[in-house]
């Protein structure tokens, strides 16, 4: 795993900005994989900027998105799909039918998850998956406790995962309680994965993830076995890193062997 300490939440959202444009620019064709919720949006910001800026195209580039809320319809306030169109999609060149994200309003659960799994297969698979975690380290909408080999399916919403996501709602009860979402599995299998975290909220997750034990209970320590996992995270988030001083030595050496490459 690289860990990348950088100091502030606005320093994380340009850095994985500027990580997702490489992609695009050195593969116009790239399958990007995308997340939704507060700690993108900062990124997505960065991302439109650099593709007025640049002219960088999206023409050419299809996303998956990690998950939708069961039971909402794309067009619902607080669905991803409409978060995904309204923060980002808008602003770029991508035609919209290039740009993917579960039914939550299907009358055909399992069909459209096995769909969905095929889609990402017949695009050649995610070359970068963006991800945030939950406070109790979930990905995604993996609960603890999720099969470290599971693919797209439904979850039930643990009641910690439903309060953090009220504030997108007029009241709890208007939380969804089930969301479809890309397994474990699925995520493990992009060429890449970027996980962003910011706040000291996220740093009991973040230390578990990158220095605890591989375990169900902390989904996103599954990135322990990922070839080519990037984990982005402010002082705040890191504050809790044991090794943090050694990541940042890494970082600086990876750093200055590029410059001399």
């Known amino acids: 795993m690289r860990i990348v300490i950088l100091p502030d939440a606005a320093d994380v959202a340009c850095f994985a900005a500027q990580e997702l444009a490489g992609i695009v620019r050195g593969k116009p064709d790239a399958v990007l994989g995308l997340a939704t ?38 067009n619902h306030p607080a ?28 009358s055909d659960v399992e069909g459209e998850c096995q769909a969905y799994e095929r889609r990402i297969v017949e695009a050649g698979g995610i070359d970068c998956q963006l991800l945030g975690i939950g406070s109790d380290g979930h990905i995604g909408f993996n609960e603890p406790g999720s099969s470290l080999a599971s693919r797209t399916r439904v979850k039930t ?6 309060l953090d996501n009220a504030r997108f709602f007029a009241s709890l009860d208007e939380v969804p309680t089930a969301a479809i979402t890309m397994g474990i599995g699925t995520i493990l299998e992009a060429r890449q994965v970027l996980l962003l975290a910011t706040g000291q909220g996220k740093a009991e997750a973040i230390r578990e993830a990158v220095e605890g034990p591989l375990s169900s209970s902390l989904p996103a320590s599954a990135l322990q076995l990922h070839p080519s996992a990037t984990i982005v995270v402010d002082e705040g988030a890191a504050c809790r890193l044991q090794r943090a001083d050694y990541y940042r030595l890494a970082e600086q050496q990876r750093r200055r062997l590029r410059k001399e490459a």
């Open 37 to 74: 919720g507060s700690t993108p949006l900062g990124t997505y910001r960065h991302l439109i900027e650099v593709h007025q800026a640049e002219k960088l195209s999206f023409r050419r580039v299809q996303t998956f998105n990690l998950d939708e809320y069961l039971g909402l319809s794309s």
């Open 79 to 106: 669905s991803y799909r409409h978060f995904m169109n309204e923060h980002l999609f808008r602003f770029l060149d991508i035609p919209l039918e290039q740009t993917f994200v579960p039914r939550g309003d299907t």
């Open 157 to 162: 919403l643990a009641e910690r995962t439903r």
